[in-house]
């Protein structure tokens, strides 16, 4: 299904200072005094040609009704009554390759996520690494990898979702996470020991953590790395205070909880990669954006639908230094 995030694959979405042609986008139904937008192409056989043909360019590429088949032979039939036929063939010729180049490059990246993953949570599973130095492996990791596509695999599991009110306390330090979520609120602050703890207590815990606590809400409001802390040691950290206060029950059971999340999360990322080819050689020919957009809702599998987006993204970015034209910026 990889159609579905690029029709045909080779959009060159370009600067006005690499030269080539502004279209205007279709508008509908928006208000007469809308600004409007246009779509830059690094396509040189648009330049002579009238700004109704340019129009009837726009409309088709934006028409949400059509499959991409249906597309392609309105594209054609346009380069042929505009007299620029073979340059339409052309291009979508490059595309073509462009597609075969692109299912190459994800298979690989798919191959090679399970060996770098391993290395990615080897990191993570380090007790004897502070925050900061976990992170520095981490970059250096992601350094070596230079298969296009995988990069952004990792990236894109990198920082799991969680319910609010169940982020982990001891699975990611707090110093990591929390930048990346506005409300993270592990699970134990909720339960009766923290509670009943007193505030210098909690001030304590929240330093340990490396936190700035909100007794009010109880969610974290600010971070900042503990360097002196490993892993290992913000356990035993965390487990000594829970002996000083009653809590050593809740936060066993805190870890149990995250161990058994870890456990899932990882299970859940390989069920993905295992389902990604698939959906990479699905074809999607015959499908409008309507259809494509439900079955991209139809994902189940967790973690699936980021890979997706993720190669997106690098479409997108590569597309951007790209010099040919793409016929699916409407979908």
Same mark, same amino acid.
């Given at each position: 299904m990889? @159609? #579905?995030?690029?029709?045909? %694959? %080779? $959009?060159?979405?370009? %600067?006005a200072t690499e030269g080539g042609i502004d279209i205007p986008i279709p508008l509908g139904d928006a208000a007469v005094d809308t600004v409007p937008l246009t779509l830059h192409f690094n396509f040189p056989?648009? %330049? !002579? $040609?009238? &700004? =109704?043909?340019?129009? *009837?360019?726009?409309? #088709?590429?934006? !028409? =949400?009704? #059509?499959t991409k088949t249906e597309m392609e032979n309105h594209i054609r039939s346009w380069g042929a009554n505009n007299g620029i036929l073979d340059a339409v063939n052309l291009e979508m010729t490059k595309d073509d390759q462009r597609t075969? *180049?692109?299912r190459v490059n994800i298979t690989k990246a798919i191959a090679e996520f399970p060996a770098a993953f391993a290395k990615y949570t080897a990191i993570e599973d380090n007790k004897s690494l502070t925050i900061n130095q976990a992170n520095e492996e981490t970059e250096a990791l992601l350094d070596t990898i230079k298969t296009p596509y995988l990069k952004r695999f990792i990236y894109a599991v990198s920082y799991p *979702?969680?319910? &609010?009110? &169940? &982020? @982990?306390?001891?699975? #990611?330090?707090a110093a990591k996470q929390c930048p990346h979520s506005s409300s993270y609120r592990p699970s134990f602050f909720n339960s009766p020991p923290f509670e009943k703890a007193s505030a210098d207590a909690k001030t304590e815990f929240s330093n340990i953590i490396s936190v700035r606590l909100s007794f009010i809400s109880r969610e974290i409001i600010d971070c900042f790395q503990n360097e002196s802390l490993t892993k290992g040691q913000l356990e035993t950290e965390i487990k000594s205070w829970a002996a000083k206060n009653n809590a050593t029950?809740?936060?066993?059971?805190? =870890?149990?909880? *995250?161990?058994e999340f870890t456990r899932s999360l990882r299970g859940n990322i390989t069920k993905a990669v295992n389902e990604l080819p698939a959906l990479i050689t699905k074809s999607t020919m015959e499908q409008t954006k309507e259809r494509i957009e439900t079955e991209l809702k139809g994902i189940s599998t967790p973690y699936l639908r980021e890979m997706i987006e993720a190669i997106g993204e690098k479409i997108e970015e590569d597309e951007k230094s790209q010099s040919t034209f793409n016929l699916s910026l409407g979908r």
């Open positions: 990889l @159609p #579905i995030i690029v029709l045909f %694959s %080779s $959009l060159a979405f370009v %600067s056989a648009m %330049s !002579n $040609l009238s &700004e =109704q043909a340019k129009k *009837d360019f726009a409309d #088709i590429l934006f !028409n =949400q009704d #059509i075969k *180049d692109l *979702d969680y319910a &609010e009110g &169940e &982020e @982990p306390l001891f699975t #990611i330090n029950d809740a936060v066993n059971a805190a =870890q149990v909880k *995250d161990q």
